[in-house]
């Protein structure tokens, strides 16, 4: 490699956080009312993990980690839109793939050409996948999403008598499976994460009374997977907790995940800056005794967040130390006074290096943002190594 930042991926701790995930919702028996059957074939006897592996699997890049689940075990994938899917798809992933986004004005084609599961979220969407596989002359097997009150994608779910009789009645669309998605499964406080199971309960006893039979269900996200075991229906759907991070302000320490993402880069410079003088963009750092620079080349390019400017932290030589004056496009400036460093000093910007760690969800806290954003937004620029 000819950069010096390098995200190290670590699949073999994404292979444990599946198992471990499998395992926990695995002491359960399923309790759906019907077998998962995509293609007539017999139902497995455990709750499948639906791995999330959206936006690139949250930058630890998709193909390689899909490859990495399957060959685990995983039986079922999940992606943003239908161009992840072909990802995926290109790089030999032969399990079945859900796209969760609308397909209401995308053109379909790849959909069909690469097996993909289409979510039908809306009805428009119904009716642009009804008339693509109408056109082909195939039956097409997808998932109905209910709206339980994030307001988002999904038929609303108090108003289904009037929207799904004729979803139902389109003669192309197999429904195989029903899910929702929580808003506030991440807020303990949060009444809606209850309601919205309640609400999910009522509206698939009603799908049922709608005639729709022979369907699985599938509700939880990280957050909802670690907090009730209501939630996890015919299949669960991790997103975040494969990667090795629990959503604050969540623990789940029996699970005994491993973070599976590494940040690291190498002293490119060292400078002495003298009293009084600043650096960087906008000087909006001065120190009033001499301080000893170390400039790293990773910056927000490569996704780091500018508001790590004054604030965040590396780590140096086992040491935690600060990033000093502002987040420039290629690089940050570290303040190293009084440690022996050189050019060519491994930089940990996410990961542990001696007894010290710096995890996504720290990064996060310290700039106020949510963990998925801090891995999501790793720069295409930046090699990952598996
Ligand atoms: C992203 C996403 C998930 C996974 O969410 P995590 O919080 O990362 O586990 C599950 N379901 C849907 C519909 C999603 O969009």
Redesign the pocket.
């Known amino acids: 490699m000819t950069r010096p930042t390098v995200a190290h991926v670590h699949l073999d701790a994404i292979v444990h956080n599946y198992k471990r995930i499998s395992a926990l919702v695995h002491a359960m028996e399923p309790k759906g009312f019907s077998p998962w059957d995509n293609a007539g074939a017999k139902a497995p006897a455990l709750l499948p993990v ?1 791995c ?1 592996v ?2 690139n699997a ?1 930058g630890h890049g998709a193909a390689r980690v899909a490859l990495a689940l399957e060959g685990a075990g995983a039986s079922m994938f ?1 992606v ?1 839109d239908i161009a992840e899917g072909v990802t995926l798809r290109d790089a030999g992933v032969t399990q079945p793939i859900l796209v ?1 986004g609308a397909q209401s004005v995308s053109d379909l084609g790849d959909v069909f050409a690469h097996g993909l599961t289409p979510t039908v979220s809306t009805p428009s969407a119904a009716t642009a996948i009804e008339a693509a596989a109408a056109a082909r002359g195939v039956t097409i097997g997808c998932h109905l ?1 209910i709206d339980t009150g994030m307001n988002r994608l999904g038929f609303r779910h108090d108003n289904l008598a009037r929207t799904i009789p004729g979803v139902l009645a389109m003669p192309h669309l197999r429904i195989d499976a029903v ?1 929702t ?1 929580f808003a506030t ?2 807020r303990p406080e949060s009444p809606m994460f209850d309601e919205q199971r309640v609400r999910f309960d009522r509206a698939c006893a009603a799908l049922g009374a709608m005639g729709l039979r022979d369907v699985r269900r599938h509700a ?4 909802a ?1 670690i907090r009730d075991a209501r939630t996890w229906y015919d299949a669960v ?6 990667y090795g991070v629990v ?1 604050p302000p969540l623990a789940a320490a029996d699970l005994d995940l491993r973070p599976a993402l590494s940040l690291v880069s190498r002293i490119v410079a060292v400078k002495g800056v003298r009293v009084g003088e600043g650096a960087g963009y906008g000087l909006h750092w001065t120190d009033d005794t001499p301080r000893t620079l170390a400039i790293v080349p990773a910056g927000y390019a490569d996704g780091l967040d500018t508001r790590l400017a004054n604030r965040g932290h590396v780590l140096i030589r086992g040491q935690r130390r600060a990033i000093v004056g502002s987040v420039c496009m290629d690089m940050i400036l570290v303040d190293v006074t009084g440690i022996d460093v050189s050019p060519g000093d491994a930089v940990v910007l996410i990961g542990s290096q001696g007894d010290q760690e710096i995890t996504a969800r720290e990064v996060a806290a310290t700039i106020g943002t949510i963990p ?1 954003e801090v891995i999501c937004r790793l720069g295409a620029r930046i090699e990952r190594t598996y």
């Open positions: 639906i999330v959206k936006a949250y999940a943003a969760f999403k899910y998605h499964a991440d939880a996200n990280s957050a997977l759907r991790p997103g975040l907790l494969l959503p998925w």
